[in-house]
């Protein structure tokens, strides 16, 4: 994950999703769903990890170079459960 990613764009509008890294890097290898969002350019990885009252977290990865190919949390943020049926429709969905 990028750091300034993280100071500036999730600890500013996903206070309770910033909170919950930890879980997110015990989990990251376990999604729910994972999806294929060519318009990002990302996989969203979506778990059930309840986060602020909300059932679910999406999580963004991206494969950037860093000398290696890696892939990269590039955000993440929780999602209502009435919302996520439109995350799951953002793209071709890869996992399960």
Known sequence: ???RTYNDHICRFHTD???AIDRVKQNFAHPTYV???RAA???NAIYA???GGDPWIVVAVK????GLKK???STWYACPQAQL???LKKGRQIFP
Do not use: G
């Open 71 to 73: 892939r990269v949390i």
């Open 41 to 43: 350019e990302s996989e």
């Open 17 to 19: 999703a910033a909170l």
């Open 49 to 51: 990890l309840p986060v």
């Open 35 to 37: 999806i294929d969002c």
């Open 1 to 3: 994950m990028l750091r």
């Open 63 to 66: 494969v950037r170079w860093f």
């Open 85 to 87: 049926a439109d995350e």
